[in-house]
């Protein structure tokens, strides 16, 4: 078993023989690592400013930025990936980036081994800081401040937790270290504990080959349990996993079960959060077992909420969460659901959450999320996971009788205003990098892409339809910040698709021909689309014409398939 390297002595000395992870191919030991933080502490000592932004794709390039950046006395922000949008965000608040992102954010480079005397540093616990984002699963992402000391207490928790499984165990993960999850399972825990790092797998086969290779453990998120394909071999990989951990949200019970059986472990499931750190866990080897506290975690319920307090909170005393809880039998707790989730529709109080678990009563539903859509008049939707995949894809009459089911089971105990009125059957949850189904991405499940259409004249060669553009149709969001206007793309995506819907148009699209852009179109426009299908040519023409002239014409070339 390597020796415990406490965080804030990684880049004191190098430990012989200790290996670290694998990077670029090759091993990469303790002196290696240290060798590339000391290029980083060099680079960021001559860079003004103290707040950084470090994005890398390899977890321990990462590492040695990271080391490298808090011996220099910066404060390191993790932005959870290389977006445009979430850089453009993140500019205001750092003095500048670092890693895989595009040049135009003129990233630091390290400095050259040359210019690197091979001194040690000890790391200050109180003054290494570093900032991460919650997922924004309820609104917009918040930053959080976390000090080294708490970070290297939430590793020594763990350890203590867990420390016994995983001895010779190198790590695999699906999940980014640009997020707290996996920046502590896959990077922080490891090199303090002496565990190999391995690069993340975004593939299940690539993911099946690293597990059988040696005694492993594997950090993932619920959403990547799900999606484990059963017809892998996975009992390549039984003899040699240690654990299998899932964070980052509630691992279904279905999903607990088919890694059980694939994997022959049960997961070990991780409650916590950004701001507190771990909190408890609990092994998935039956129906719903209680959460048990990590070593040095206080635990109590206050009015029905649970509270705890630990060393890896910012300050000291208690912190209340947002999480109805129950004291259950063994020590441990029970979560009810999540109290902010409680919501007012027509002034009657409704929790998310008690639809949710109705909903997943019914042995058809393998997940439900409940979400509330903002509007002049708040209503409530429902996303559902079928159980059956060949749901989501079935026809209207299918799907109407399935959703009929559901407002039956969930009629017995909520009356008409405090059910779901819109629904969607989806093949799985739209999931954020952290594999987290946020408000956003459920909200744009309902966001109407193109107007109903009012087919006004339709034969073999033209058609002619009315389209009223309403102003909550998707097509407007996001693209004009300053002013709703109908994107020139969305046009012509609605001329092809009502296009396909009138005319038997060839599979293969080629190219546009005489594409023009003429007048905006805004909401509450009333559009005429006119269609023209020449069968010879293969050339569809359209013209989007309303009461202010014409918005835009062109043509579109199709072909039969290769």
Known sequence: MSEWIPLHLLLQSARPGRTVGALDGAALDHAGLLARARRWQAAFAAAEGRDWALYFNDSLAFAAALLGAWAAGKRVHLPGDDLPGTLQALRPHVDGFVGDVDACWQPLHAALPTDIPPTGVVLDPHACRLVVFTSGSTGQPAAIEKRLDQLASEVEALQQAFGALLAGAQVQGTVSHQHIYGLLFRVLWPLAAGRAIQPRRFFHEDLVAALAAAPSVLVATPAHLKRLPPQLD?????????????????????????????????????????????????????????????????????????AVASAHLAQGGWWRSEDRAEASAGGGFRLLGRADRIVKIEERRVSLGALEQALCRDAGVAEAQVLVLPGTREQLAAVIVPGDP????????????????????????????????????????????????????????????????????????????????????????????????????????????????????????????????????????????????????????????????IHASGKVLFADAD
């Open 234 to 306: 996975w009992a390549a990989a039984r003899g040699q996993l240690r654990a299998v951990f899932s964070s980052g949200g509630p691992l279904p019970a279905q999903a607990a079960a088919d890694v059980r059986e694939m994997l022959g472990i049960a997961p070990i499931e991780v409650f916590g959060s950004s701001e507190t750190g771990g909190i408890a866990w609990r092994r998935c080897a039956d129906d719903a077992p209680a959460w048990q506290p990590l070593p040095g975690v206080q635990w109590r319920i206050d009015d029905g909420q649970l």
């Open 390 to 549: 060949a749901l989501a894809h079935a026809g209207d009459a299918e799907r109407r009788a399935f959703i009929g089911r559901l407002t039956a089971l969930l009629a017995q105990g909520h009356d008409a205003v405090t059910r779901p009125r819109r629904w969607r059957l989806v093949a799985a949850l739209p999931v954020n990098a952290q594999g987290k189904p946020t408000q956003a991405l459920l909200q744009a499940l309902f966001q109407k892409t193109l107007p109903s259409p009012q087919w006004l004249a339709r034969d073999a060669a033209t058609a002619r339809v009315q389209l009223v553009l309403e102003p909550d149709l998707g097509a407007f969001e996001g693209h004009f910040p300053e002013v709703a206007v109908l994107p020139g793309v969305a046009q012509l995506d609605w001329a092809i698709r009502l296009g396909r819907e009138a005319f038997d148009l060839p599979p293969r699209f080629l190219r546009m021909d005489a594409l023009k852009f003429h007048h905006v179109a805004r909401p509450h426009d009333v559009l005429m689309l006119q269609l023209d299908w020449d069968a010879a040519r293969g050339v569809l023409g359209f013209r989007f014409s309303s009461d202010h002239g």
